[in-house]
């Protein structure tokens, strides 16, 4: 039984882990950089939930590679060709956010449960739902990403855990940790900008 559960720690799933905790430790610390090791922790994770039968998450981790890209030019250039600060959401950014989560969840609980052999269509959809809205505001550096993605982390936990990908399961509670760390740092980098545009302006 020992050695069955050792097997789970395959170097694959913990060089993805070990990537995806420097990347929100660098994301906390809100540096570019982030997204170098994010994208090589997404193409490990493709091939791991593809053996798992974890479909919704590829097609997750498709997202964040799309997302990473767009999100280091964001951050590098912005719309003004100057880094984008960290910024809170806007009504239309929560809009957008939740009509990205509803249908992410509506397309991909149907295709999950009616077109794949996924045994947890439902809560695997859950996952990606909230990871959509999540990603899409940290690549316009809005502080409540992390809530976003601290909802997807608090339902993959215990689907990890069921899955057997139990190094998977202990990196999200850490990014569940980092994400409550990560808001609370954001917060404190914005009011510190507000602080110094107010003392040159």
């Given at each position: 039984?020992?050695?069955?559960?050792?097997?789970?720690?395959?170097?694959?799933?913990?060089?993805?882990?070990?990537?995806?905790?420097?990347?929100?430790?660098?994301?906390?610390?809100?540096?570019?950089?982030?997204?170098?090791?994010?994208?090589?922790?997404?193409?490990?994770?493709?091939?791991?939930?593809?053996?798992?039968?974890?479909?919704?998450?590829?097609?997750?981790?498709?997202?964040?590679?799309?997302?990473?890209?767009?999100?280091?030019?964001?951050?590098?250039?912005?719309?003004?060709?100057?880094?984008?600060?960290?910024?809170?959401?806007?009504?239309?950014?929560?809009?957008?956010?939740?009509?990205?989560?509803?249908?992410?969840?509506?397309?991909?609980?149907?295709?999950?449960?009616?077109?794949?052999?996924?045994?947890?269509?439902?809560?695997?959809?859950?996952?990606?739902?909230?990871?959509?809205?999540?990603m899409w505001l940290l690549a316009k550096r809005k502080i409540e990403n992390w809530i976003f993605l601290n909802l997807s982390n608090i339902v993959v936990i215990p689907l990890l855990i069921y899955k057997g990908l139990y190094i998977y399961a202990g990196l999200s509670v850490f990014l569940f940790i980092m994400g409550i760390?990560?808001?609370?740092?954001?917060?404190?980098?914005?009011?510190?900008?507000?602080?110094?545009?107010?003392?040159?302006?």
């Open positions: 039984m020992l050695e069955d559960y050792f097997h789970h720690f395959n170097i694959l799933e913990i060089l993805g882990a070990a990537f995806g905790v420097v990347q929100v430790l660098l994301s906390r610390k809100n540096n570019i950089n982030n997204y170098l090791f994010g994208i090589a922790g997404i193409l490990i994770g493709v091939w791991i939930y593809f053996q798992h039968k974890l479909y919704a998450d590829i097609l997750l981790n498709l997202y964040y590679l799309i997302m990473s890209i767009y999100g280091w030019f964001y951050w590098k250039f912005g719309k003004k060709h100057k880094e984008t600060p960290i910024t809170y959401s806007t009504k239309t950014d929560y809009i957008t956010t939740f009509s990205i989560c509803i249908i992410c969840f509506a397309i991909m609980s149907y295709w999950l449960k009616f077109h794949t052999d996924s045994d947890v269509p439902i809560w695997d959809a859950l996952v990606a739902a909230f990871a959509w809205g999540g760390s990560g808001y609370l740092n954001w917060k404190k980098i914005y009011n510190q900008e507000r602080k110094n545009e107010f003392r040159t302006a």
